[in-house]
């Protein structure tokens, strides 16, 4: 710890040290001061993490003033040293204009080893030479939007990695299974996103579990989230010209 050699320790009374008795003092004082606020640190994290247990696998950092950002997954809020306000929202650098929220999102950001995107555990729909994964639940209200916006996609495969959120939606779990053995997957993922048909109960062997661990990997807490194939990542229902931009983005690098 570069603290333990802070030259506020005291030398000898024989030292030919330059450092005066009040020198020493202050640099004492100060390595005190710093030692109070790395142990504020820890406790704050300590009773962050029983105030609220979901933040244990969040990214914390101090942020400005004695507010800390707390980020996970997409989210993030920030929290002063005593927990008497929470900001949740944007929050906007004035000097230089820049938003410090949106720049924790895209620093926070997953970033997928494309080799770890498997299309054996995804169902294809769509055909064409550009490709994208999407991490989705069929009960999930915004899976739901984004799966019309894929639909207006030109040229491009589209890999749906079913996600089921059990914590929010119940019965996603079974009704991600019986997608996944039906006859065409595909017709039976749309008709149940796009339609609201269910499909016919049925069970088999099926991925949940791996995908489940892909996303818990890279941190993917919400769907639906768009992976591409340079392995960034897109959170929620993003139109279908957002989708567009960034394809057209990677083919230029």
């Given at each position: 710890m570069w603290l333990s050699s802070w030259p506020g320790q005291a030398p000898p009374p024989e030292s030919t040290s330059k450092f005066s008795t009040e020198?020493?003092?202050?640099?004492?004082?100060?390595?005190?001061?710093?030692?109070?606020?790395?142990?504020?640190?820890?406790?704050?994290?300590?009773?962050?993490?029983?105030?609220?247990?979901?933040?244990?696998?969040?990214?914390?950092?101090?942020?400005?003033?004695?507010?800390?950002?707390?980020?996970?997954?997409?989210?993030?809020?920030?929290?002063?040293?005593?927990?008497?306000?929470?900001?949740?929202?944007?929050?906007?650098?004035?000097?230089?204009?820049?938003?410090?929220?949106?720049?924790?999102?895209?620093?926070?950001?997953?970033?997928?080893?494309?080799?770890?995107?498997?299309e054996s555990d995804a169902i294809q729909v769509g055909s064409g030479a550009r490709r994208i994964f999407v991490f989705s639940d069929p009960d999930c209200p915004f899976c739901r939007q984004l799966q019309g916006e894929l639909g207006k996609l030109q040229n491009v495969s589209v890999y749906m990695l079913p996600l089921p959120?059990?914590?929010?939606?119940?019965?996603?779990?079974?009704?991600?299974?019986?997608?996944w053995c039906a006859g065409d997957r595909a017709a039976a993922w749309n008709g149940y996103l796009l339609r609201g048909v269910k499909p016919v109960e049925k069970n088999c062997p099926n991925p949940l579990q791996r995908n489940a661990a892909l996303a818990a990997k890279y941190r993917v807490l919400g769907t639906p989230a768009i992976v591409f194939e340079d392995g960034s990542v897109i959170p929620g229902a993003v139109p279908a010209s957002a989708i567009e931009a960034r394809l057209a983005a990677l083919v230029k690098k």
């Amino acid at each position: 710890m570069w603290l333990s050699s802070w030259p506020g320790q005291a030398p000898p009374p024989e030292s030919t040290s330059k450092f005066s008795t009040e020198d020493t003092m202050r640099a004492l004082l100060f390595a005190l001061i710093l030692t109070c606020c790395t142990q504020a640190r820890a406790d704050f994290l300590q009773d962050l993490h029983t105030k609220y247990p979901q933040t244990k696998d969040a990214v914390v950092k101090k942020a400005f003033g004695d507010f800390y950002s707390v980020v996970r997954g997409n989210e993030v809020i920030y929290i002063n040293e005593d927990f008497s306000v929470l900001i949740n929202g944007d929050v906007v650098d004035l000097k230089s204009g820049r938003s410090l929220t949106t720049s924790l999102r895209e620093a926070n950001r997953p970033k997928f080893d494309p080799a770890d995107l498997h299309e054996s555990d995804a169902i294809q729909v769509g055909s064409g030479a550009r490709r994208i994964f999407v991490f989705s639940d069929p009960d999930c209200p915004f899976c739901r939007q984004l799966q019309g916006e894929l639909g207006k996609l030109q040229n491009v495969s589209v890999y749906m990695l079913p996600l089921p959120l059990t914590s929010l939606h119940p019965n996603a779990a079974s009704l991600s299974e019986h997608i996944w053995c039906a006859g065409d997957r595909a017709a039976a993922w749309n008709g149940y996103l796009l339609r609201g048909v269910k499909p016919v109960e049925k069970n088999c062997p099926n991925p949940l579990q791996r995908n489940a661990a892909l996303a818990a990997k890279y941190r993917v807490l919400g769907t639906p989230a768009i992976v591409f194939e340079d392995g960034s990542v897109i959170p929620g229902a993003v139109p279908a010209s957002a989708i567009e931009a960034r394809l057209a983005a990677l083919v230029k690098k």
